[in-house]
Protein backbone atom coordinates (compact mmCIF):
# COMPACT_ATOMS: atom_id res chain seq x y z
CA UNK A 1 0.00 0.00 0.00
CA UNK A 2 1.12 3.88 -0.59
CA UNK A 3 2.20 5.98 2.15
CA UNK A 4 -0.22 8.65 1.53
CA UNK A 5 1.59 11.29 3.74
CA UNK A 6 2.24 14.83 2.08
CA UNK A 7 6.13 15.29 1.21
CA UNK A 8 8.28 18.39 1.49
CA UNK A 9 8.23 20.75 -1.50
CA UNK A 10 11.68 21.65 -2.15
CA UNK A 11 12.75 24.80 -1.55
CA UNK A 12 13.75 27.30 -4.50
CA UNK A 13 17.47 27.61 -5.36
CA UNK A 14 18.61 30.51 -4.00
CA UNK A 15 19.83 33.74 -6.73
CA UNK A 16 23.31 33.79 -7.54
CA UNK A 17 24.82 36.27 -5.56
CA UNK A 18 25.94 39.43 -7.04
CA UNK A 19 28.95 41.03 -6.56
CA UNK A 20 29.89 44.48 -7.69
CA UNK A 21 33.31 45.62 -8.76
CA UNK A 22 35.70 48.26 -10.21
CA UNK A 23 38.05 46.14 -12.42
CA UNK A 24 37.32 44.53 -15.41
CA UNK A 25 38.66 41.26 -14.45
CA UNK A 26 38.29 39.34 -11.27
CA UNK A 27 39.30 36.55 -9.06
CA UNK A 28 36.64 34.02 -7.39
CA UNK A 29 37.40 31.14 -5.24
CA UNK A 30 33.99 30.88 -3.95
CA UNK A 31 35.14 31.97 -0.56
CA UNK A 32 35.02 30.38 2.90
CA UNK A 33 36.72 26.68 3.69
CA UNK A 34 34.89 25.28 1.10
CA UNK A 35 35.41 27.11 -2.08
CA UNK A 36 36.58 25.90 -5.14
CA UNK A 37 40.01 26.44 -7.11
CA UNK A 38 40.51 30.45 -7.44
CA UNK A 39 39.71 31.33 -11.47
CA UNK A 40 40.38 34.60 -12.88
CA UNK A 41 37.37 35.99 -15.07
CA UNK A 42 36.77 38.75 -17.18
CA UNK A 43 33.79 41.13 -17.41
CA UNK A 44 34.14 41.59 -21.53
CA UNK A 45 32.32 44.55 -23.33
CA UNK A 46 29.20 43.17 -21.08
CA UNK A 47 30.37 44.58 -18.24
CA UNK A 48 29.27 41.17 -16.05
CA UNK A 49 30.48 37.54 -15.98
CA UNK A 50 29.50 34.28 -14.09
CA UNK A 51 31.59 32.12 -12.25
CA UNK A 52 31.60 28.29 -13.78
CA UNK A 53 31.95 26.95 -10.23
CA UNK A 54 29.87 28.84 -7.67
CA UNK A 55 27.77 30.90 -9.95
CA UNK A 56 28.45 34.19 -8.13
CA UNK A 57 27.79 37.37 -10.37
CA UNK A 58 30.50 40.18 -10.79
CA UNK A 59 29.23 43.44 -12.38
CA UNK A 60 31.07 46.73 -13.40
CA UNK A 61 30.46 49.56 -10.86
CA UNK A 62 28.29 51.86 -12.75
CA UNK A 63 31.39 54.86 -14.00
CA UNK A 64 34.03 52.11 -13.81
CA UNK A 65 35.81 51.53 -17.43
CA UNK A 66 35.57 48.08 -18.78
CA UNK A 67 38.71 47.03 -21.09
CA UNK A 68 39.77 49.03 -23.55
CA UNK A 69 40.43 46.06 -25.98
Known amino acids: ???STPQPVPAAPAPPETITVDTPTVGCDGG????HPLVYLNLGAGGTVDCPYCDRRFVLRKGARPSGH
Open 1 to 3: MAD
Open 32 to 35: GALG
